[in-house]
């Protein structure tokens, strides 16, 4: 990945932010999905705001560092989440936040439809999923707090590049190459949610997790069903023995697959429901000046019997 890009090569065009500097950067998964966002991206990239691809409760978000160490999260509905492909969703939420004031939350746009009948219709509803008014927002408000590092006036924007992570070689060749491992895409994918478990800072955070992979239909076990049965179906394509028996095993680990996903179904409200565990109280220490205890004093010896007469003859 050029490293590099916080510059450009044309004379006109906007410099952008840097990448973010993890090891998810270089993997096909995560440029995929800043190829889905890059049209959100790239124009916060050229206004000076570094952005990185993030998983939140249900949905891949767009984070946004901002100066003053508080941040963006632009992301699709995900309440319910949206069932349309990443970066082209029903509408837009964009609010900021900081890590350190759990009180400062505030919604700079949201376009994403409702659910409630009686709810105040947002005058930014009627946008949907359109781009450019959820920029002009951010903008708009990032300018009013001076949070804005570089703003982009109207005759710079035809010259925001359309940048994307440029993979390297071994990135596009997902299969792997004669001097180097193969790259497994789905496992680094996965791998990253179990990190994000081991991070999680709530039982209900941890749940939101599990519904990734417990969804009856959507999630992860029920894809991963579907995926060996349809490599049983391949297997029987060749018409021999071999591929019809390999086909019932297939068969019947997408079973299984199944059988543990229903077994598991109430996992999340469980692990929901959970409530951390008070810390055992600790014994009062003895301080360290305080005086030896006494002695305890040992009970009188009980006195002896004298010892019988002898009887003399």
Known sequence: MAADETTTSEPGQVPLAPL??????????????????????????????????????????????????????????????????????????????????????????????????????????RHGGSTQPLIEAIDHRLARLRLLPHPVLPHDSAHVPPAQPSASPEARHVPGTPHRGPRYVYGDALRDLTDRLNGAESHADAAALLHQILEPTEGLLAQLGEFFEAAG??????????????????????????????????????MRALTPLAPAPRPPSTPANASPLAPRALPPPSPKGAPPARRTP
């Open 20 to 125: 973010p500097d993890h090891r998810n950067v270089h993997t096909p998964w995560w440029q995929e999905l800043w190829r889905h966002y890059e049209h959100v991206i790239t124009p916060l990239r050229a206004r000076g705001l570094q952005c990185d691809i993030e998983f939140g409760l249900s949905t891949y978000n767009v984070r946004v560092s901002l100066p003053d160490d508080s941040y963006l999260v632009i992301s699709p509905p995900h309440d319910p989440p949206s069932e349309r492909p990443p970066g082209d969703p029903e509408g837009w939420i964009a609010t900021r936040e900081h890590p350190d004031d759990q009180t400062l939350y505030e919604v700079i746009y949201d376009s994403a439809p409702s659910n409630d009948p009686g709810a105040p219709r947002r005058p930014e509803a």
């Open 233 to 270: 179906e391949k297997a029987k394509e060749a018409e021999e023995d071999d591929g019809f028996d390999l086909s019932y095993d297939l068969a019947d680990a997408a079973a299984e697959i199944r059988n543990l996903s229903e077994a598991l179904q109430v996992a999340e409200s469980r």
